[in-house]
């Protein structure tokens, strides 16, 4: 009797932000395809429940994607398993505030997590992939759609849209693809925030065609397609994994906040 081929047997892949969220979700479907994962995080008991869910096909990496150093040792553990084939960059994370309230400290530090982070994930990764791999970075909707209150996360996303373009242009020689996914509003622990804004969600879900928001295997169904064999001729695009939601409108969070914020009589 034959064993059933999966589509990343055999694969290497390194996954960033994998303790919780989309970059969990995308370790438990990539290891459900067949790739060994190297799941990377700063939250050590994040990943050590992912390596129990999984077992031997995850090696846990504490990474700070903001640190180079650890970076070029989360792909090190990559090359000793003989190089990678996907290279997921993934970690990130939002604020909100108004352009002039904006605190400097804070904008750096969202430049610094959702665009170096990318980078230097994509530098040290293509450093120790084989030709032919396939790279996927996550942007988000607000790489193009803008939202009052959130300047660092849109222009940051917007950032990672193009950076992957460049990346793409530079990688192609060897084969290597290189492609971002731009979700719209995923059900998360980060995005958790949302839910306890009335109305917020409910505007999200009126504003995407699809009538719903996503949950993290959305995002993971797409990032298995990219890093597998079926888009071998995609390299240097963004799919936007948003129901739609593109081609309506933003909520108004500042009015969602400010409702929430005023007094009820």
């Known amino acids: 009797m034959t064993a059933t081929t999966r589509p990343l047997d055999g694969a290497i892949a390194l996954v960033t932000g994998a303790a919780s969220g989309i970059g969990h979700a995308i370790a438990h479907r990539f290891a459900a395809d067949g790739a060994t994962v190297i799941a990377a995080d700063i939250d050590d008991t994040g990943l050590a429940r992912l390596h129990e869910q999984i077992g031997a096909a995850v090696h846990p990496v504490h990474c ?97 849209m193009m950076f992957t373009k460049v990346a793409a242009m530079e990688l192609g020689s060897r084969g290597i693809r290189v492609n971002a996914i731009a979700p719209g ?27 719903r928001f996503a949950q993290p295997a959305d995002i993971a169904a797409a990032a298995a397609y990219l890093a597998g064999p079926d888009s071998s001729f995609v390299s240097g695009t963004v799919l936007a994994v948003d129901g739609g939601a593109s081609t309506k409108r933003y909520p108004d969070l500042p009015a969602a906040f400010a409702r929430m914020a005023a007094p009820t009589e």
């Open 64 to 160: 700070d994607v903001t640190s180079e150093a650890e970076v070029e040792a989360a792909c090190a553990v990559a090359a000793g398993l003989g190089g990678l084939d996907i290279a997921v960059a993934n970690a990130g994370r939002g604020a909100f505030a108004p352009v002039v309230d904006h605190p400097l400290d804070e904008w750096r530090a969202i430049m610094d997590l959702c665009v170096t982070g990318v980078f230097l994930t994509v530098k040290h990764s293509a450093l120790v992939m084989r030709d032919g791999g396939s790279v996927i970075t996550i942007a988000s909707l607000n790489g193009t759609q803008p939202s009052a209150g959130m300047s660092a996360y849109c222009t940051a996303k917007a950032g990672v």
């Open 185 to 211: 509003l995923v059900q998360t622990n980060a995005t958790g925030a949302f839910w306890m804004v009335p109305g917020v969600v409910e505007e999200f879900v009126d504003n995407t065609t699809l009538g």
